[in-house]
């Protein structure tokens, strides 16, 4: 099985940064693209930021020029650091990943449980 694990989320004040991580683990034979995802009270689930294994990256235009994600191969990991948060950055945070447990078989897609950013005005 696969596992995803986040890690980083918290209570900050408007103008401040936090860095979430988000681990893979288990029987993995290649990770293809890593994301990030968010979902605020009484909203869609929203993609907020994609990496390749090319790399090549993309962001939600709300949180371009503010948010970075990067990963690092060697540790199946993937990281959000978030500067200059906004209230309406407040939203559960989840990792998405598309991996493929073995060669010659179809990748699915693994969510993580989620961690909170709560960011206070």
């Known amino acids: 099985q696969v596992q995803l694990v986040e890690s980083g989320g918290g209570l900050v004040q408007a103008g401040e940064s936090l860095r979430l991580s988000c681990a893979a683990s288990g029987s993995i034979f290649s990770i293809n693209a890593m994301a990030w995802y968010r979902q605020a009270p009484g909203k869609q689930r929203e993609l907020v930021a994609t990496?390749?294994?090319?790399?090549?990256?993309n962001y939600a235009d709300s949180v371009k020029g503010r948010f970075t994600i990067s990963r690092d191969y060697a540790k199946g990991t993937v990281y959000l650091q978030m500067n200059s948060l906004k209230p309406e950055d407040t939203a559960v945070y989840y990792c998405n990943a598309v991996i493929k447990m073995s060669w010659g078989t179809m990748p699915n897609n693994y969510w993580g449980q989620g961690t909170q950013v709560t960011v206070s005005s």
């Open positions: 990496i390749t294994s090319g790399p090549s990256t």
